[in-house]
């Protein structure tokens, strides 16, 4: 007597390009709606208590999804002690006019950011293959550095110049954003050679032509639609931070692609359609927080 034959394992299809360009478009606009109601409120208190509430979790978020990724979920205690910690950093950021240390000038406080910043990476580098508590500290100063210091950052531009500092926001998300879409539809449609196939398989250098000129271009017509507020930034200003944050944000995903790839995972989490957790949302904008920051910092005299 034959033993019946064993049914096929079923196939799970990967969503087709179109579908997953989709997703993520439906998801980003309804997010960053959100984001934008909450800025612009008519009630000046609503509007910080929607930024802080949305900045603050998504913070949390990304920085919960680096510990998982990191496997630093084990150390429940020291975990939620950070957490916490980066929490009380940020409400500070709203509440003081420095990101870094109060009354501390913007400029210096740009440089002590730097120098904290190099000293996270040199730690997660130099104890990247040891298994002691260096390791540990490296790992977590590296993350706590990576989400808060970044997301710092971001609340200094918001809060930069008063009401302008919204619109400055608002100017570094569509540069930023514009840039992964062009980087996406460009190296989908065109894209051939690859960047750095072992760190992000799917880069290309074409994806990032798409991502510069996107940034640019959808970055100035930004700036033109909103004159009222953003006219008195140079052209070539707007040159320049399109070209520096497309920069910046392929630069920011390649870094996130780095840890995702070492952690063995496809996106840092699962609950936000076509583009996975709260760090694959906010990665090119932690690198370009503290780009615009020290932007504003260094031209303020000459744009205001």
Request: charged share 10%.
């Amino acid at each position: 007597m034959s033993e019946p034959n064993p049914q096929p394992n079923p196939v799970h299809r990967q969503p087709s390009r179109p579908k997953v360009f989709l997703y993520r478009l439906v998801t980003t606009v309804f997010l960053w709606g959100i984001v934008v109601f909450g800025l612009f409120a008519k009630s000046q208190s609503l509007s910080w208590v929607s930024a802080a509430i949305i900045l603050l979790s998504l913070s949390m978020g990304a920085f919960w999804e680096y510990l998982k990724m990191a496997g630093l979920l084990v150390h429940p205690v020291v975990a939620g002690l950070s957490c916490l910690f980066g929490v009380v950093y940020l409400a500070l950021c709203f509440l003081s006019q420095s990101i870094w240390l109060p009354h501390l000038p913007a400029e210096a406080s740009s440089w002590c950011l730097g120098l904290v910043w190099c000293g996270c990476c040199y730690l997660l580098f130099h104890f990247r293959y040891v298994e002691n508590r260096w390791s540990l500290v490296a790992r977590y100063s590296f993350g706590w550095g990576y989400v808060f210091i970044m997301m710092g950052c971001l609340i200094g531009v918001f809060r930069h110049g008063g009401e302008v500092g919204k619109w400055y926001l608002i100017l570094m998300v569509i540069h930023t954003k514009f840039s992964d879409m062009g980087a996406y539809l460009v190296g989908s449609l065109l894209g051939k050679h690859k960047m750095i196939p072992k760190v992000s398989p799917g880069k290309t250098w074409e994806g990032f032509a798409g991502a510069l000129l996107f940034a640019g271009f959808f970055g100035w017509l930004f700036s033109r639609l909103a004159s009222d507020h953003l006219g008195h930034l140079p052209l070539w200003h707007l040159i320049g931070l399109g070209l520096v944050l497309g920069i910046g944000a392929v630069l920011g995903d390649l870094v996130e692609s780095l840890l995702k790839r070492e952690a063995g995972v496809k996106d840092s989490g699962a609950f936000l359609p076509g583009i996975g957790g709260a760090l694959d949302l906010v990665d090119s904008l932690l690198f370009n927080a503290p780009l615009m920051y020290l932007y504003l910092n260094l031209f303020q005299r000459e744009v205001s």
